[in-house]
């Protein structure tokens, strides 16, 4: 079956303006994570959805990130007002409420800030 | 705050050496353990996983990994690599305190073998 989406693969953009990164998870995953990786560095949590429970938005780093998820499927990734240090590697997963432990990343999306 | 470490950020190896990979960890709670493998232009996968009972657990692709709950330690282990294990290993771990699978990742191990 088709496995975890993520849009567009890659994105360029200058400093101050707003993104929008798109995931589309396992049909049928409850439960979507996003991650940021910058060069070099492990993998950043960012934010959790589990169903329609409150979202765990512990991982963002300012206030400029939000994350949406609509339908308890597709997830929106904002970052407003970019900067040259928000440019990394955006990774979504997701996993199913019986095995939640195992998580499927999709391919990333990576943002580079001019 | 809970964090992960591995030891070698590359490792080069040839075909059938063996392969020990460090990972440690700091929380002193209970914890899953988990290694995920990331080949070239492919999504990260899990490759193995630890969550309670023998602590040498076995995963795909002939790879093993040891949980040493005294030394907070996760290593990977590989008797005798292949060309095709070339790729980036994670070692992550998940505190169960958070009642989900929130994954603290470690910086990662670039492995290359070379035939």
């Known amino acids: 079956g088709a496995g975890v989406s993520q849009s567009p693969s890659n994105k360029v953009t200058e400093k101050g303006k707003d993104v929008e990164l798109r995931c589309d998870p396992i049909?049928?995953?409850?439960?979507l994570y996003w991650y940021r990786q910058r060069l070099g560095q492990g993998l950043e949590f960012l934010i959790y959805f589990q169903g329609n429970s409150a979202p765990d938005k512990s991982g963002l780093p300012s206030d400029r990130f939000s994350a949406e998820r609509t339908g308890g499927s597709v997830s929106t990734l904002t970052i407003q007002r970019t900067q040259q240090e928000d440019s990394a590697v955006y990774l979504c997963a997701s996993s199913s409420t019986d095995k939640s432990y195992e998580q499927y990343f999709g391919p990333g999306t990576r943002l580079t800030v001019t | 705050a809970q964090s992960v470490s591995q030891h070698n950020h590359h490792v080069i190896l040839s075909e059938a050496a063996s392969l020990e990979l460090g990972c440690n960890y700091s929380y002193g709670g209970t914890v899953n353990l988990f290694w995920y493998v990331q080949y070239p232009g492919q999504h990260l996968q899990l490759l193995l996983k630890y969550f309670s009972g023998d602590p040498l657990v076995k995963g795909i692709k002939g790879f093993e990994a040891e949980f040493i709950k005294s030394k907070f330690s996760f290593n990977l282990r590989k008797p005798s690599v292949q060309w095709s294990d070339t790729a980036e290993y994670f070692c992550?771990?998940?505190?169960?305190?958070?009642?989900?699978?929130?994954?603290?990742f470690g910086a990662g191990t670039r492995l290359a073998v070379h035939p």
């Open positions: 992550a771990v998940s505190p169960l305190s958070g009642g989900y699978n929130k994954l603290i």
């Open positions: 049909s049928g995953h409850t439960a």
